[in-house]
């Protein structure tokens, strides 16, 4: 018995490490890789593969993870840096860069550091680009110059596995007595545009003014005209107003003198208006000389009706010819 316990003590210790050495060999091989991750791996000190995010298996004391790359989108601060443009101005300008990993192979193995790589190539790039343009453009183009400096970072990092995705400019500070002088400019420029403004409110103002006195005008002319049309329309039909009623006046009275109550009536009225205009002479004048054959108002009323009788015998005349 003595003999037996020893021997199950060793077997059980055997079994135990091997239980141990197990674990610890599956915990070597079995590798899960998070989302968005990628693992180079090396055996014997050479590139093998590179796992993907998931369940990977490496052969324990063999393989080795060597590089952990991101292949999410990493932001970069740029640090600030001194930049002349092409009117030899100086500028200090930083910016951020926005960079994403496509191949973790080339990021590996083709640069040691591509954060770094990149961050000196933009800062090169930049100063390029703006070594290009003139102070004015540096302000107003800033949206072409981070297109530019993109394009050529791209260029140069292809090698890299790594693309840059955009480049923002945070800031472009030039010298104070540029700022000054920038500052005075804007100045004036407000100052001419309230002038310009003003001007043309005034001009416009006066433009109001002769508008509306124009449109006075043109209203009174109209008013005028509308006014003198109607006055003469109104003494125009007056006028055909006043005549209609002689005409027809003049029609009644010839309708009665052709009869013989109307002879008789025309007679009186003749004889009357004979001693009225008698009359007058004679309040006018103390001395009024009248011929025998005129002093009696029978002979007054003779006379009247041989003129009657004339026209009537001229009417009768015409009205035979139009029938």
Do not use: C, H
Not at 52 to 61: K, T
Request: charged fraction near 25%.
């Amino acid at each position: 018995m003595g003999y037996v316990e020893p021997t199950l003590d060793i077997v059980f210790s055997f079994w135990v490490g091997l239980a141990i050495l197990s674990i610890i060999l599956i915990k070597g091989a079995v590798v899960f890789v998070p989302q968005n991750m990628a693992y180079v791996v090396e055996r014997f000190g050479k590139y093998n593969k590179t796992m993907e995010a998931g369940l990977n298996i490496l052969v324990p004391f063999i393989d080795r993870v060597a590089y952990r790359r991101t292949l999410k989108e990493q932001a970069t601060d740029v640090p600030s840096q001194s930049a002349i443009t092409r009117d030899n101005i100086s500028l200090v300008v930083d910016g951020v860069l926005y960079l994403k990993v496509l191949d973790p192979y080339k990021a590996s193995y083709g640069v040691d550091d591509y954060i770094y790589a990149v961050t000196q190539l933009a800062q090169t790039t930049m100063r390029s680009e703006i070594g290009q343009m003139d102070l004015d453009k540096t302000f107003e183009e800033r949206d072409s110059l981070n297109v530019n400096i993109v394009a050529a970072i791209n260029e140069a990092a292809g090698p890299w596995g790594v693309q840059v995705l955009r480049y923002e400019i945070k800031d472009i500070e030039p010298p104070r007595s540029v700022l000054d002088a920038m500052e005075r400019q804007m100045k004036a420029e407000r100052e001419k545009r309230a002038v310009i403004l003003e001007s043309e409110g005034q001009r416009q103002s006066a433009i109001n003014v002769a508008e509306g006195e124009k449109q006075a005008q043109v209203l009174n002319a109209e008013a005028d005209k509308a006014e003198q049309i109607l006055n003469a329309q109104g003494e125009a039909q007056a006028i055909l107003a006043v005549a209609e009623a002689k005409a027809k006046a003049l029609k009644i009275i010839g309708e009665v003198a052709s009869t013989a109550d109307g002879q008789r009536a025309i007679q009186l009225e003749l004889a009357g208006e004979a001693i009225e205009a008698k009359k007058a002479i004679a309040k006018e004048s103390s001395v009024v000389l009248l011929s025998d054959g005129q002093s009696q108002a029978a002979n007054m009323v003779v006379e009247a009706m041989t003129i009657i009788n004339t026209l009537n015998k001229e009417k009768s005349k015409a009205n035979d010819a139009k029938s």
